[in-house]
């Protein structure tokens, strides 16, 4: 159920983008009296082969213009009259341009036309990312609460020198305000960026590796959180077998022994067997070492002690829900501010993305870690329906796609961009014999960057 919604939220997001997108296209070509033939979410043929498999699952004639639903789901596209892309080649295009087809048009406005998919992908993600702060406001852990009783640092953290316990004071030697700070992109994407910390009374600085965000993505995991007191907010109870498990003839899932033991919701956990136990992080290290062993858990309970006796699962687990017990503070934004903010936001996927390429291209981040396909877009959206979650990441996935199309790449709409830069300042157009070729050198690299990606998911989920 779980990898059905993924792909739900997946198909649904990339569906409103690509329908997006293409209407840009759509409407720019209008507004400037070219005849656009079909106007189509998926493609009714084998992409990118325009003659092969030629059908829709439903079509519908408009006027000038054919709208449909194809039956290969891998994006969309508009048929523009007179444009070389991937649904004409240059061959039909052989005699003299009626009035209403793209190539009879000026430069200028082909220009808007190829960029009306860009443009409209780069506002929705603005009105996603104003909307989201708007309604949302901002729920954080401010550095006050963060540094009560300081940092876990968890392997990574480790890795970098900071210790748990470090009260993050500075970063790249400015004040912060936020958790969220800390784990910004500008300091993980950024060059030369260093934590002050307080430890032992002292400043100390401490360095992030230029490499530090390839190695998150590959932990995919974070690298410090805060330390806090806990309590026990619910008991796991294993799920009962569905009726594929059964038929699959699964087991049933593990009883963990919190439940048979007797914790219960509300309980504090206090020691575990001769170990107090005065944060979360602590009991999650004092089970890892037990993992598969007999143990008593001390707990209070309604202000009374208690001792449990249970055997840590060899998962190092018991069983339970931690309430962690930390101050959250909230503000809310007005309009006003949400339209500043909520655009800082979108513009800074696309910032994030230069700064990720860069780093690719500096050999700081592996490309295989850091790009991911349909596979990994759709492990981010995760197993549960949550509607902030999938507006935000419908949000970024416009503005990165925006930036994506945007790139001179021939048959991206940054490609077509670059013939008709040339043609205004030469005065000349590109023929079509180049754009054709250009084309089909475009559709190969597409080609070749989605097979990699489909590959690299496939490696990275089972390995």
Do not use: C
């Not at 890892?288 to 060899?314: F, Y």
């Amino acid at each position: 159920m779980e990898g059905l919604i993924m792909a739900g939220q997946l198909i649904l997001g990339l569906s409103i983008l690509v329908t997006l997108h293409e209407f840009g296209h759509f409407i720019t070509a209008k507004w400037f009296k070219m005849r656009v033939e079909k106007f189509y979410l998926f493609f009714d043929f084998l992409f990118p082969i325009p003659s092969l498999l030629n059908f829709a699952l439903f079509k519908k004639k408009v006027g000038d213009t054919e709208y449909g639903l194809g039956w290969f789901p891998l994006g969309g596209y508009v048929s523009i009259a007179g444009m070389i892309d991937e649904t004409q080649v240059a061959a039909t295009l052989a005699k003299d341009p009626e009035p209403w087809e793209f190539r009879a048009k000026p430069a200028w406005q082909r220009l808007i036309v190829m960029l009306g998919g860009v443009i409209v992908n780069v506002i929705t993600g603005v009105v996603i990312f104003i909307s989201l702060t708007y309604s949302n406001g901002n729920n954080y852990i401010s550095k006050e609460e963060l540094n009560k009783n300081g940092i876990v640092a968890l392997d990574l953290g480790k890795h970098i020198g900071l210790k748990t316990g470090d009260k993050i004071i500075k970063v790249n030697g400015a004040d912060y305000k936020q958790l969220s700070d800390l784990r910004s992109s500008d300091v993980l994407l950024g060059d030369n960026s260093y934590y002050t910390v307080l430890r032992d009374g002292k400043e100390v600085n401490i360095q992030i590796p230029a490499n530090f965000i390839g190695q998150l993505s590959d932990k995919k995991s974070a690298f410090i959180e805060p330390m806090t007191k806990f309590k026990v907010l619910d008991v796991t109870a294993p799920n009962p077998p569905s009726l594929l498990d059964k038929w699959l003839g699964k087991e049933s899932e593990e009883m963990l022994p919190a439940l048979s033991a007797g914790l219960k919701a509300g309980d504090y956990i206090t020691a575990v067997n001769q170990t107090p136990i005065n944060f979360y992080h602590e009991i999650r290290e004092v089970l890892n070492k037990e993992a598969g062993k007999p143990i008593r858990l001390a707990i209070l309970r309604e202000g009374k002690a208690d001792t449990l006796d249970m055997v840590v699962a060899k998962s190092g687990q018991i069983g339970f829900q931690a309430d962690i017990l930390m101050k959250m503070s909230h503000e809310d934004y007005s309009f006003g501010q949400s339209v500043g903010i909520g655009s800082k936001r979108a513009f800074s996927v696309i910032t994030d993305n230069v700064r990720g390429f860069k780093k690719i291209a500096t050999g700081d981040v592996s490309a295989s870690k850091a790009l991911s396909g349909p596979i990994g877009i759709a492990q981010m959206f995760g197993g549960v329906w949550d509607w902030t979650r999938f507006w935000m990441l419908t949000g970024l996935l416009s503005m990165a796609l925006a930036f994506f199309n945007v790139l001179p790449i021939p048959a991206l709409d940054g490609g077509h961009a670059i013939f008709l830069l040339y043609e205004m300042i030469t005065g000349k157009p590109a023929s079509d014999k180049v754009m054709e070729r250009a084309q089909q050198i475009g559709m190969i690299l597409l080609l070749a960057l989605m097979a990699y990606t489909f590959g690299n998911d496939i490696f990275k989920s089972f390995f």
